[in-house]
């Protein structure tokens, strides 16, 4: 049997056996969901040759399934992280009931994503991809009365998208008389020419995704509400596939560029730069007046992914790297840091940081997860983050000349400290309040995962050549042709270089003698304290006195930052949403319910055929 | 080499030295006496070209400086920070209030006598002292600092018994939480 | 690598170099305030005694982990971002690790020290230590805006992302960027007078406010480290100043003795010039508020900032 | 509308007569009216009937020939294949009335029904259902 | 016995006559008879599709005259498809309500089973027939069945709705027969081969009138806007299985009248775009007056509505591709539409108020329903890998072919309109409340085997759609081939390749 056929076979049946053994045996659900994910895992890797395709026809339809290395990219990322989401959710879900709902649409949705890696044509790629969006929907809205209005929302929203993409593909068919991508890319579909509104709608539909600009305002609440095993996928991975899409799209529309459409490109590359920059901002100070950690997780993928955009709207060699690079460290980072808000939640009943705080002791494998994961979100040296970051500022200035988008984007990613400090703070710093006395570290099958996800990004950031590799290979598919990377060498169009490990290493050395010698100096002598024991004016705080600074941790910012706060988004489309249902509600007016105005209506709709039968019809 | 007993003394000078030329003041405004406390720090007198200087908590601060009467319920958060404070720390009682009571000897709300309570390095004396005796008591404070005579937070911990039960008896409700040392 | 040793030796030459200014600075300071308001003030060795003083202090306390981290997170902070700012241009002795596009990583960099620190107080659970936190994280959106533009102005002006490079430009038109862009430059100075949180933007110690901010709860040892790494800090911050708008210091074609000691004496001079901006401004204004100083600069400075960047592109 | 009646007159003039036409289209306009603007229910039923009543008519005027004899071959009609009635129309006509007497019986057998649960029998007050 | 199209009408109208006789024997024969009717129904169909799959036209000339003279019955593989969809829908449907207490409780005559039998033969025979007046009198037996049917609760509502149809209903067919009177006097014929052949003889003026008194006429019972107010009525009053009947057969047979009069009757142009722009209009308005609906029987109703516009704007395309995006489109809304009403009915009949919020949370108290009307919604919104999908992007293909982007768009806006009131009534199924369901009203078994069917079919086509579109493909070119519909019936019989 073809590999492909068996993987989406394992999935399938993997989401149907997780379904029955939950009526049988519940705790065995998760089990047989890691299981799946791990034989196709390792099928996938061990079994699938890149750049060999199978075709076949599915009702009257060519198709073609296949790996590139562009997709084997995102390949890894999806299938590494799902492998550790999923061993994650084992102890995670263990208490929920309704657990076969919950995996097999969990095996649903990663079928989905690896549908759309491996699919050729765009049929098969919208066919997993709403495979994924309505099975990750039924996940969102896994949570009931709480996530009820937002699983309707990324419904919608994710529907818009698709159905975007599918006007696209449609007229590609129709335009260019092909569904298979690389011929339609061949065929000048994207040459941004003719059918501008091609590339367009496909990059409207990736950008639901995504979470674009006016299009994410599903995302926060859908990452939020969602159980946060699987919203490491969500965000993590899931999102990826916006990027995948929107990669694919832009580099055949730049590849094409030419002196005639030159204008349009130049138009599409500042937007999406701009609308990825403003996605980064607005995104990232609503993350940071958040009191739910999840809540503010979510807002900062969305700002992550603004960046992830800019990156891939330079269309630029070291643009396009860095949003790859970025991409797979934020599916990465963001992982480990939902899936410590998935520990802290399990493990203390909320994320409302407002009612918790002083985690570190309770809980220190999961606040170094968080804490090295913070590191590399908000960009700091030598983690991953920053090397993605430093690509992406050097594109802009160097390459793209887009000035004023690296300020929004520094801007946005110096805020990103804020709420970076303010979930650590919110979750692991702070009093050590009554409430959490009696919490544990988490299980240790939540533990691996997350602390295999810290070590990648420690790993990463020493040696970004590691993912440089796959990525220059990516790169080679979309048409860029000389990324021949050294490891950890960087160079810029100016010709200059950065030798990244040489930093780390820098860093390393001093890192290691200064806190060897500090160390040892220091913890002569030392006494520990508890939290209580804090200089409050000599005053002696009772128990039950709350002393940990979370409401509002970031007010004088918002006033100094109020008219960024003024309209937000999410307004504007509740407006556009409450106009639309006037709209409907008018409309079905026009059944009166009084029988004799139907019959009105016969005679009218009669008579004016007959007045304009002339105009109507021919012979 | 540090062992050795002539090099002790160097560095005990040099270390001793370093103590008494930057004395952090947590000035703890009891009673009437922290007016003068502006005073002494302020382009007049100067207490700054001792290298005193105020200190905004306890964990920074070496000097403890009780300006005044001290009241029973006040005691309970002197008490708090002097034991908050890192060693080696000093106590200054400031006006006469703190060496026997002074004006308000026959309160029923103060405390009489500071060093009952906490050690205290150096009292200055007067109702209110002015500040040219305040800087005198930090010289004072200086010359027992380079002496080495002046760590009486180690005296605090050993005889923590004895103070503990002077404590106890003014502070009737004692809540104070129990410091591992 | 043969010169491996000469490194580590000018690694070690700088921390030291970097550490005695700062402090030096730092007591300058104090006994210049202390003359302006009619004071005889304290030494300018001040600052080292009380760093002695803190370092011999007998007990320490520490909150837990990140609170023993804190300090040794700031020092590693500064000694890195140290060793990679050129301190005199060219020269053997003070061989900088500076590479071609470290101004953004200077840029992130800086901010490690302050995340450490901002953990450090975040654990010990002391209120006053978050708010000001939360201060200075508000406080460094600010600034960084214009700081940013004026940094991208040069980026522009001299296609180049390297402080090393910046540097060699200016030495070798004998134009400062100060002059070539001047609005650049005033952005970052006003940006400069945030960073150096001298009043009127003391709002994150906030003395009298906020006990002392983020190190409320820090004595002894920790508190000294600290003190160094923020004197470092301070170094760092003129040095890069001096090399990325006054024409830096130091000659590469003469690396010999007398010159380098020329160089460093022409470093101290345009640094403490420098330093005196923010001095000088905090001795004639009160405490801002936190929005106040946040909108401070978004104003004019990030104007200036922009008109730099145009003017970068059009010149 | 005018024009191809004309044509169906023009072609069938020498045979039917314009009253069959006149009055089978009046019915039909009548019933109309009563269909669209009567408000009680039974007068609507009516109003249907008489439409129905009037194509039914219409009906039999197309199929019928001036002098025409029944379809029926029988002696003394040996021309009837010449000039008999179309029986196709007659025909049609007898299923459609049979159809619309079943029509009216289930709208009355509603009607009935409707004025018991709502003790009226306006259409505009019958209006539970609606939007 | 060899198998013929008369099988379809005698059978049926034997066993109605039959039933009650044979009741005195066993009154549970009753309910079974029709089932067994329904079932030897579905072998007809089965064979003659495999016929007429293979020679392209079976005609059955009755009663011995032939064709343009006496009364023919007319399979061609588009009408043979449809018929087999009916009858196997009206199998399932038989199966759903076997035992349904909700009928079994109210129906003291046990005329149930017998007029919702007659109903589909009634339709059956609208799409067997080729005779134009023929196909008017099995019209009316549909109505009237159907209105029966409708107001089959004696509740004021079921009265109500009936009457509204009955109304609109009359109109219907007084315009159908008018229509056929004027073609009568025009080509003096009831066979519609014969009509078609005649056509082009006929001035366009009579022509195009003609046209839109059956468009009216047909476009009543096909549910085009403005003349479907009677189907939201009797789509939420009628019983559960006649509201399924109603979506899956009632409202083919409507289509076909519609469709068989446009491609094979008539040839005039701009009736194409006529369509589309019918269709257009019809979706968006029922589309949009879906979303704020309370009783979800309603939201369905109009809901089918808006899907009976897509077929129209598929087959108002008019190409290949097109035709047989249509008639995907109708078989998906047959069997998507049959199961939304079997199980939308069940979970109306629990709620107390008749609105979709008083059913919160009962998918833990009916889960198969739940799961089986959750599939059912993302099949009809066309989401992959179901059914629905295909003949959503078929109908997109087709509309992309002629470059249409404008319909695309406007038919994909709808459809979010569509995921709007779905996800919303799913949403709803699955929310978790305190609130206890008591009371329940459950399926019995074989009602729950009717809808696992629908659902599995709906399942199977979706990830192998090849199954069927083969046939369909097939019966789009004969459908479009209108000279050898004429010539079949006319000439020679013999049958095209």
Known sequence: MNIFFLIILIFFSGAILSFIINRIAPKFSGITTFVTIAVVSFLFFTQVEINSITQFSLGGIQMQFGVNNYTYIFAILVLGLSLLASLFSIKYMQDNDRLGYFYSNFILSIAGMVGIIFSRDFISFFIFWEIMTWSSYLIVIYDGARSSRSGLKYMIFSAIGAYAMLTAIVSIKGSYGTFIISEAIENGAFNFTDHIYIPIMLLVGFAVKAALMPLHVWAPNAYSKSPMSFTAIFSGAMSKMGILGMGLVLASVYSHSTDENAFNVLILRQILGWLGGITAVMATIYALIQTDAKKLLAYSSVAQLGYIIVGLSTGTKLGVMAALFLAIIHAVFKGALFMVAGAVERQVGTTDMTKISGLIRKMPFTFFTALVSIIALAGIPPLGGFVGKWMLYEALITESNNYFLVIVIFFSSTAAFMYSYRFLFGLFLGQEEKEIEHVKEAPVTMIIPMVILALILIVTGVYPGILFEPIAQGMQYLGYSDVNWDMSVLVNVWGEESNMAYINLTIGVVFVVIFIFLTLKNLKGTRYVGTKDISTSGEIPTENENLTFQLDFFKPFQRAAAPLYKRSMDKIWNDLGNALEAIFDFTRRIYTGNGQTYALFVIIFLVILLIFKNTLFTN | ?181 | MEDLGLKIFGAILTTILGFTVGMTYGGIVRKLTARVQNRYGPPFYQNFLDLLKLQVKKTNIAHGFMGHMAPVWIIIAAVTVLLFIPILNGNLWFPNMSFHGDLIFLLYMMVFGSLGMALGAGQSGNPNSAIGVSRGLSQMVGFEIPFVLSLVALMIQYETTSVQELTQIQHETGVWNAISNPFAFLAALFASLGMFRYSPFDIVGAPAELASGPVSEFGGKYLGTMMSGGAIFAFIKLTLYVHLFLGGAGNPDNTGIIATLLGLGVLLIKTFTLYMVPVFYGWINPRYRTEQAIQYFWRWPTALGIIGVIWAVYS | MQEEFNEIFLKYHDIISLGVYGTAIGLILIGLYAVLMKKNLVKIVIGLTIIDAGIHLLFIGIGYINGGTAPIFSPGYEDAAKRMVDPIPQALVLTAIVIGFAVTAVALSLVIRLYKHHHTAKIDQIKSLKW | MVITPIHYIVVPLIAAFAIPLLSKIHKELFRIVPGIVMFYNIIISFVLMKEVNEVGYISEIIAGWEAPWGINLMITPFSGFLASLISVLGFLIWLYQYRFKKVIDVDEIKSYGILQMMMITGAIGIIITGDIFNLFVFMEIVAITAVSLTSFYRGRDGAEAGFKYLLIGGFASALILLAILILYTQVGTLNMAEIAEKMHTIPLGIKSTILILFIVGFGIEAEMFPLNGWAPDAYSQAPGPTSAAFAGIVVKAGIYGLIRVIYTLFDIEGAFDFLIIAGLVTMIIAEFSAVKQKNLKRMLAYSSIGQMGLVLIAFGIGTKTAVFAALFLMFNHAIIKSLLFMTGSILMYNSKDKTISSIHGIAKNLPFVSIMFAIGAFAIVGLPPFSGFWSKLYVLTAAADKEMIMLIIAILGVSIVEIVYYFRVVNKLYFATDIEHLDIFKPSNNSLIAMGILTITIIVIGFYPDLITGYLHNAADILLDRSSYIDFVLKANVPIQ
């Open chain 2, 1 to 181: 080499m540090i062992n050795d007993k002539d090099s002790q003394k160097i560095v005990d000078y040099i270390q001793n030295f370093a103590r008494k030329q930057s004395l952090f003041v947590m000035a703890y405004g009891t009673g009437c006496g922290a007016i003068e406390i502006p005073a002494t720090m302020t382009s007049r007198y100067d207490a700054e070209r001792f290298g005193i200087r105020g200190a905004a908590t306890p964990r920074q601060a070496d000097v403890l400086l009780i300006t005044g009467y001290l009241a029973t319920k006040t005691l309970k958060r002197v008490i708090r920070v002097y034991e908050q404070m890192q060693e080696p720390k000093y106590v200054i009682g400031f006006g006469s209030c703190t060496i026997n009571g002074g004006m308000y000897f026959d309160s029923y709300n103060t405390i009489n006598a500071l060093e009952q309570y906490i050690p205290v390095d150096v009292y200055i004396n007067g109702c209110m002292p002015r500040p040219e005796s305040v800087i005198s008591g930090f010289v004072k404070l200086q010359e027992l600092i380079q002496q080495g005579k002046a760590d009486n937070g180690k005296k605090y911990r050993e005889n923590l018994e004895w103070y503990r039960t002077n404590q106890k008896k003014i502070i009737k409700n004692w809540k104070m939480p129990d410091y591992n040392w």
